[in-house]
């Protein structure tokens, strides 16, 4: 009975001998050793530049988050009789829905007229044109990659 517990732990031990001088094969212990360190260095390494990296894309979103991520413009004819829609509306919000309005109306005669208007929690506090309210409408209701 011992004996063939014997061959067996013999054969266990051959397919470990085995696996070890195929692991070690072509590398000295110490230069294993040595490669085994650079690895966890770089690790290491890695782990502080992703925490960097981290930090600095919170840091950018946080930046963004005050910026105009909305938008909506509507084109159209300021004077009928003149043709072709030159005049427009620029509706610019933040994620608060504050921001501006930019009204360029063009005349081919007199030249170009540019209106702002603040826009603060998605309301004026001057009367809005037709078109002023549907470009804000669009702007409130862009979905900004920062939601």
């Given at each position: 009975?011992?004996?063939?517990?014997?061959?067996?732990?013999?054969?266990?031990?051959?397919?470990?001998?085995?696996?070890?001088?195929?692991?070690?094969?072509?590398?000295?212990?110490?230069?294993?050793e040595?490669?085994?360190?650079?690895?966890?260095?770089?690790?290491?390494?890695?782990?502080?530049?992703?925490?960097?990296?981290?930090?600095?894309?919170?840091?950018?979103?946080?930046?963004?988050?005050?910026?105009?991520?909305?938008?909506?413009?509507?084109?159209y004819?300021?004077?009928?009789?003149?043709?072709?829609?030159?005049?427009?509306?620029?509706?610019?919000?933040?994620?608060?829905?504050?921001?501006?309005?930019?009204?360029?109306?063009?005349?081919?005669?007199?030249g170009?007229?540019?209106?702002?208007?603040?826009?603060?929690?998605?309301?004026?506090?001057?009367?809005?044109?037709?078109?002023?309210?549907?470009?804000?409408?669009?702007?409130?209701?862009?979905?900004?990659?920062?939601?």
């Open positions: 009975m011992v004996f063939i517990f014997l061959i067996v732990l013999l054969g266990k031990y051959n397919s470990l001998k085995k696996s070890y001088d195929k692991f070690m094969m072509g590398k000295k212990a110490k230069s294993l040595d490669e085994i360190a650079s690895i966890f260095e770089d690790i290491s390494l890695l782990k502080i530049s992703a925490d960097k990296s981290k930090r600095d894309i919170k840091k950018i979103i946080e930046n963004l988050r005050d910026t105009y991520q909305r938008v909506g413009i509507v084109k004819d300021a004077f009928k009789e003149m043709g072709g829609k030159l005049s427009f509306v620029l509706a610019l919000l933040d994620k608060n829905n504050d921001g501006i309005l930019l009204n360029s109306i063009h005349s081919s005669r007199e170009c007229y540019i209106y702002l208007k603040e826009i603060i929690k998605g309301e004026s506090f001057l009367e809005l044109s037709k078109e002023e309210r549907t470009a804000l409408e669009q702007a409130i209701k862009y979905n900004s990659f920062m939601e």
